[in-house]
């Protein structure tokens, strides 16, 4: 079954896209539990399994030795099932968000990392968390982090979330 699943080319679009997807919405979103996701990708795993099991148990199953090949494509297909889950549940984590009213707060830059997306840190409610952020001032790491603030206006969602709607940073 794993076989069949990867050998179709449009799978590997499909999962690119929402790992795409994923990876952009994900960062608004702050606070999200650790049990909240385990329990995702537990249940993720556990329907790859179920499908394989009814698979198996209807005899088109090949018996083969490609036993770390097919874990690991279980793995890979509960991860993507994950992703899709998440998908919704950041969905509905954003929407439940705007019903309720915004909040303000200003909080120290702790770092700024410039790459390929450029980040800013902060510590929000004593946990770190990151956001992009495009430096078209080109302002160094230094100037960055001791003459400015990060201005977040939010909102608190489901699962004791908070759900940045938008942000930018200031002078102090």
Known sequence: ?????????????IMALLLVLFLKEDRMILNVPLTLNVSVFVLSFGIVLIFLYRYNSNGKAKNKNNNIIDLLGILILAFFIFILLKLAINYYTVK????????????????????????????????????????????SKKEIIDNYTLHIVYSKSIFDTYVIKKYSIEVK
């Open 1 to 13: 079954m794993i076989e069949k699943i990867f050998a179709k080319k449009w799978i590997f679009i």
């Open 96 to 139: 439940s968000a705007e019903e309720i009213v915004t909040e303000e707060t200003k909080v120290p830059i702790d770092n700024f990392v410039s790459g390929r997306t450029d980040l800013l840190y902060f510590y929000f409610k004593d946990k770190r968390y990151s956001v992009r952020y495009n430096n078209t001032s080109h302002l």
